[in-house]
C-alpha cells in the first residue's frame, strides 16, 4: 500500500514535469499553426503530430539515442553531471511529453481558432504588442479550452508505457511508473496489487477526462457567446 | 478575474510539483542501485529490507531477465552500481565491456532447472513426454533471460523439437513464465528449481538434472555507488540471516566466490 502510493506519486511528478514541458511549448506550437502562414507549417506538423501515428516504443528508442551515452544531450549531460540521463525519472517525463505532445497542441489549436481573430485585430489596432493581445485577448477566451488541453495531454502522460519503459526502465522507487508497476505485477503474477493500481489509473482517467469534457462543453458555449457579442 | 486566477493557479500548481521533485529526489545520489535477475526479486527485495534494518542503509534495485538488463547497462549505459546476474550470457557482456569490479572477486550461487505444472498437473517423466502432452508450456525469452537459454538448451539435448508460438510461450522473464502456469494460461513451463519452490500453486513435476543454473554477483566498476553495491552483495552472501533467506527459498549458496579474495562485510 505505501509503495502504492509512491508510484502513484513519482507517476504525478513525472507526468505534472511532463505538462510544464508540453505547456507553453504546445501553445507556442498552436499558436504558429492556427495564426501564422510560413514555410514548414505543413512539415510543423506532421512533425509535432507524429507521435500519435509512431509505435510509442519508437518514440522511446529514438528518445534513447539521445539522452543515452551515444546521443549529444546524453554526452553533454554526462559530462556536466557524470550520468546520462536514461534510465532516469527525467527521461520517463520527456518521453510522456514527447507522446502528449500532439494531444496537447490540437487541443489549444481547437481553443486558439475558437477565438474571433477580429478581436486580435481589434487589440493590436488599439496599440497592443502580440504578446499583450495573446495575453490579454486570445488566452482569457480560450482558456477553458486550454486547461481542457493540459488536462487531456496530462492523463496522456500518466498513462505512457512503452516510450517510459525503454528510455527510463522499469526501477522501482525511480522510474516505475503506474503502468510500468501494473506490467511488472502482472509478468509475477502478483493480481490483487495490479488490480489496485489499475483501479486507481481507471479513476484518474474517468475524473481528468470527466473535467476536460465538462470544461469543453462550456467552452464552446463560451465562445459562442463572444461571437455573438462580436457580431 | 477568475479566468486569470485559474491559470494562473494551474502555473502555480505545475511550478510548485517541478521545485518539489527537483529537492526531493536527491536523497537517490547515495543509494547504490542493482539490477538483477527476475528469479531473485523476492529474496533480494527481503535481503534488502534485512539489509536496511541492520545497517539503515537502502538499495534500489530493477528486476528482469539478465540478458536484457545486462544489454541496457552495456550497450545503452544504464546507472547500475551492480548486478546479480543469471547465467553466463550476462556475465560476458558485463566482463567484456571492462565493467566486471577488480576490487571484489564476484559470488557465484546456484539453483536447479525443473519442469512445473499447475496444481493439477500430472508427473512427467521426459521433456518428450512434455512435447507429447500437447499442452502448452512457459519459459522466459531465451533472447532475454538465461532460464530461457538454460530451457531450449535442455529441449535441444533431449532432441525433441517445439513448435514455438504454438506450444511454446515465450515470456520476458522466467518469473513471468512462472506467473503463467499460475494463472492457468500455461498448463506448464521450464523455470528453476527456486522459482517452483517460491510458489504454492505451482509443483515441480520433473528436475532437469543436467542444468545448473549459476548467478554472477559483482559490483560495477566505476560505478558511482559501485563499493556500496558490492557492501550489499557481500552482506547478502556473508550474513546468516540473508544467507538463510537464499537457502530457505532453495539456492545453493555452497558455492564459493571466484578467484581469490576474502569475503568483506
Known amino acids: 500500500m505505501n509503495s502504492d502510493i509512491s508510484i502513484v506519486a513519482l507517476s504525478l511528478q513525472i507526468a ?29 506538423d506532421v512533425i ?32 556536466w553531471f557524470g550520468s546520462t540521463l536514461a534510465f532516469t525519472w527525467i527521461a520517463a517525463a520527456l518521453a510522456a511529453a514527447i507522446v502528449s505532445l500532439p494531444l496537447v497542441v490540437r487541443s489549444f489549436a481547437a481553443a486558439l481558432a475558437g477565438v474571433d481573430p477580429r478581436l486580435e485585430i481589434a487589440a493590436r489596432g488599439l496599440g497592443a504588442g502580440s504578446v499583450r493581445t495573446f495575453v490579454t485577448i486570445t488566452l482569457p477566451l480560450a482558456y477553458r479550452g486550454v486547461i481542457a488541453g493540459v488536462l487531456l495531454g496530462f492523463v496522456r ?22 503502468p510500468s ?46 461571437n455573438g457579442r462580436a457580431k | 478575474m477568475t479566468t486569470r486566477r485559474t491559470v494562473g493557479f494551474v502555473l502555480t500548481l505545475i511550478c510548485v510539483a517541478i521545485l518539489a521533485s527537483c529537492g526531493g529526489k536527491s536523497p537517490n545520489e547515495s543509494v547504490p542501485l542493482i539490477f538483477a535477475a527476475a528469479s531473485l526479486s523476492d529474496v533480494l527485495t527481503e535481503s534488502a529490507e534485512i539489509y536496511e534494518s541492520d545497517t539503515g542503509k537502502r538499495v534500489d534495485f530493477s528486476f528482469g531477465g539478465s540478458i536484457a538488463l545486462a544489454n541496457q547497462i552495456v550497450k ?12 553466463g550470457e550476462p556475465r560476458r557482456l558485463i566482463r567484456e565491456a571492462g565493467l566486471e569490479s577488480a576490487a571484489d572477486a564476484p559470488w557465484l550461487i546456484s539453483t536447479s532447472l525443473v519442469v512445473i505444472g499447475g496444481a493439477d498437473a500430472l508427473p512427467i517423466n521426459s521433456l518428450n513426454d512434455l512435447v507429447i502432452s500437447g499442452e502448452r508450456v512457459a519459459v522466459a525469452n531465451p533472447e532475454l533471460a538465461p532460464a530461457g537459454r538454460y530451457a531450449m538448451q535442455a529441449l535441444a539435448n533431449a532432441g525433441v523439437s517445439v513448435d514455438i508460438g ?27 528449481g ?39 552483495i557481500n552482506y547478502v552472501v556473508d550474513e546468516p540471516e540473508t544467507r538463510e533467506v537464499l537457502e530457505s527459498a532453495g539456492f545453493d549458496i555452497s558455492v564459493k566466490r571466484i578467484g581469490p579474495g576474502k569475503p568483506g562485510g
Do not use: C
Not at chain 2, 522459482?195 to 566505476?222: C, H, L, N, Q
Open chain 1, 48 to 79: 509535432v503530430s507524429l507521435p500519435l501515428a509512431l509505435p510509442p516504443v519508437v518514440i522511446g528508442y529514438a528518445l534513447l539515442w539521445v539522452v543515452g551515452t551515444n546521443g549529444w544531450i546524453g554526452q553533454l549531460s554526462e559530462s
Open chain 2, 194 to 232: 527456486t522459482d517452483a519452490y517460491s510458489s504454492a500453486r505451482v509443483v515441480t513435476v520433473m528436475e532437469i538434472d543436467s542444468f545448473a543454473g549459476d548467478y554472477f554477483f559483482t559490483g560495477i566498476a566505476g560505478a558511482q555507488n559501485g563499493r556500496a553495491a558490492q557492501t550489499f
Open chain 1, 157 to 178: 502522460a500518466l498513462s505512457e508505457f512503452g516510450a517510459t519503459i525503454v528510455v527510463a526502465g522499469n526501477i522501482p522507487g525511480r522510474t516505475q511508473t503506474v
Open chain 2, 166 to 192: 504454438l506450444q511454446l510461450i515465450f515470456t520476458s522473464d522466467v518469473r513471468a513464465a512462472l506467473a503463467a502456469v499460475e494463472s492457468g494460461n500455461a498448463k506448464y513451463g521450464i523455470v528453476y
Open chain 1, 181 to 226: 508497476a501494473i506490467f511488472t505485477r502482472i509478468s509475477s503474477g502478483d493480481t490483487d496489487a495490479a488490480w489496485r493500481l489499475a483501479l486507481v489509473s481507471v479513476v484518474l482517467g474517468v475524473v481528468a477526462l470527466g473535467v476536460h469534457n465538462w470544461l469543453l462543453k462550456r467552452s464552446a458555449n463560451g465562445v459562442a457567446n463572444t
Open chain 1, 16 to 44: 505534472l514535469v511532463a505538462t510544464a514541458v508540453t505547456l507553453p511549448l504546445g501553445m507556442f506550437v498552436a499558436w504558429l499553426l492556427v495564426r501564422k502562414q510560413f514555410r514548414g507549417k505543413f512539415a510543423l
Open chain 2, 76 to 87: 545503452l549505459g544504464a546507472p547500475a552500481d551492480g548486478v546479480l546476474f543469471a547465467g
